[in-house]
Nanobody
């Protein structure tokens, strides 16, 4: 059983920073990609940033230059450093992990990020 646990969410003022963490535990087969998604009230879940097994990072245009995804390969923990936060970054942020051999998708329970003055 693979378990993903996010932490680091909270309330921050516009222009502030937060760092999210996602720890992975359990029997994890070959990782293909890890990512952060977010879902605002009334909106669909959207990908924010992803990092492939080879380390390639992809960002949504809305967060380029402000967010950075990284990974500690020793324990498959991923991070999302969020700087210059905006009101529209308010959402529940979810950690995601995709494996191959076999193919499986795993999600964390989500952590709330609220940007408000």
């Amino acid at each position: 059983q693979v378990r993903l646990v996010e932490s680091g969410g909270g309330l921050v003022q516009p222009g502030g920073s937060l760092r999210l963490s996602c720890s992975a535990s359990g029997r994890i087969s070959k990782i293909n990609v890890q990512a952060w998604f977010r879902q605002a009230p009334g909106e669909q879940r959207e990908v924010v940033a992803s990092i492939s097994r080879g380390g390639r990072q992809i960002y949504d245009d809305s967060v380029k230059g402000r967010f950075t995804i990284s990974r500690d390969s020793a324990d498959n923990t991923i991070y999302l450093q969020m700087n210059s936060l905006k009101l529209e970054d308010t959402a529940v942020y979810y950690c995601y992990l995709n494996t191959i051999l076999p193919v499986n998708d795993y999600w964390g329970q989500g952590t709330q990020v609220t940007v408000s003055s």
